[in-house]
């Protein structure tokens, strides 16, 4: 019975997918679900959050379990029944499973009570731009409330449906954006010897820029990746640009390397545009942290899973992946641990993340309902 009820909900979220801050409906069905299970829900924390808050007990201990709601710009191309209807919007990474789990975590939780302490459910909006867990830590998540630690979880196609890997440490990269304009004179392409060729030092530029990650950084210790994406000039096929604009993307696994890149492109770009004698403007943004689980939270979710698929299902010490994660805001704030559930492999739950044909696999509801239970009951132990 619980199996269909979350799963009824998980398909009810997807055909009405919502971009990031515009979760409405999504929002207003996760309130009235937990209003239902006689949990106190604060509406519009963080624009479109939810936060649903369970006491039981005379314990000053609490937990925060949290799920993203937001749904991506992709056009669905799956034809099944629980389709789309939102046209050019999709749950294409699985935050409709998420928000079913945690849903159902919280109907489970609220009928047994079998904890002794405070659980806050927090549903948030606008992960996929980096914005969400700001917007909530903006709110007062974490002064409003005392949250002992928060735990994330996500699907991961490609592994087993199911079963968990997460790691103490970093688990995820830190994205980061940048934007460096070559100013120059430009000129004429028949006497580039009268100006100034931004073409030139931009390609000196780019190159120079991948010394970063191989000469800068200890490549065992530090791992990142600096790419290249856009390339693009106010030039004509017989006419030298004056401005040249590069563009592209950074990722590392900790905050100190993070810095070091800020400071070593701009030192690069620098040092090639004073040699050539043009200018530059510089503009870095950084949109995800590195996503880093502290050693006991990570213990007691490698625990809690155990505990749920056995051992030989939950990898503890999996290595670290280059995508990014908002979360990372929160766990500056708390402790904190995020896990990885499998949505299985090759035709059944392999679809790749951000694909228009992928879909979460229905079958794992329960393990993140059963994860998010003994989790709660081993940390809030009565």
């Known amino acids: 019975m619980l199996k269909e009820q979350i799963t009824q909900w998980r398909h009810q979220i997807h055909q009405q997918p919502e971009f990031g801050f515009e979760e409405h409906e999504t929002s207003a069905f996760v309130a009235q679900k937990l209003e239902e299970f006689g949990i106190e829900v604060h509406r519009n924390i963080g624009q479109t959050g939810v936060v649903g808050i369970l006491k039981c007990g005379s314990s000053n201990k609490t937990i925060g379990l949290r799920a993203d709601m937001d749904a991506l710009k992709i056009c669905e191309k799956n034809d099944f029944k629980h389709v789309s209807k939102n046209e050019g919007l999709m749950h294409a990474c699985g935050h409709d499973g998420h928000t079913s789990m945690l849903l159902g975590a919280a109907k489970v939780l609220s009928e047994s009570k079998n904890f002794n302490g405070t659980i806050y459910f927090i549903f948030q909006p606008c992960e996929e731009h980096g914005l969400g867990a700001k917007a909530m830590i903006a709110d007062g998540l974490f002064t409003r409330w005392n949250i002992d630690a928060v735990y994330a979880m996500h699907n991961l196609p490609g592994i ?48 120079a820029l991948q010394t ?38 950074t990722r590392s696994f900790t905050d100190q390397v993070l810095q070091k890149i800020e400071k070593a ?27 880093i689980n502290t050693e006991a939270e990570t213990l007691n979710a490698v625990t809690a899973a155990q505990a749920v698929v056995g051992e030989d299902k939950v990898n503890g010490s999996c290595r670290p992946f280059t995508i990014s994660e908002d979360f990372s805001f929160m766990q500056r704030e708390v402790p904190s641990c995020y ?44």
């Open 160 to 207: 087993e449906a199911g079963s968990f890997a997460t790691t103490s440490g970093s688990i995820m990269a830190s994205e980061s954006a940048f934007e460096i304009e070559v100013i120059a004179t430009g000129g004429h392409a028949a006497m580039p010897h009268m100006g100034t060729d931004p073409i030139v030092v931009a390609s000196q530029i780019v190159c």
């Open 212 to 249: 970063i990650t191989s000469r800068n950084l200890d490549s065992i210790k530090e791992p990142a990746v600096i790419s290249v994406t856009e390339f693009t000039t106010n030039g004509t096929v017989n006419v030298i640009p004056s401005r040249v604009t590069i563009k592209g993307d």
């Open 265 to 291: 492109i701009e030192r690069v770009t620098a040092g090639c545009c004073m040699a050539a004698g043009v200018d530059y403007k510089y503009n870095f943004n950084n949109s995800f942290l590195s996503t």
């Open 339 to 382: 896990i990885l559930v499998g949505n299985g492999i090759g035709e059944i739950g392999g679809c790749a993340l951000h694909n228009a044909l992928y879909d979460f696999n229905d079958e794992v509801l329960l393990t993140g309902v059963d994860f998010w239970k003994v989790l709660v009951e081993q940390q809030l132990k009565i």
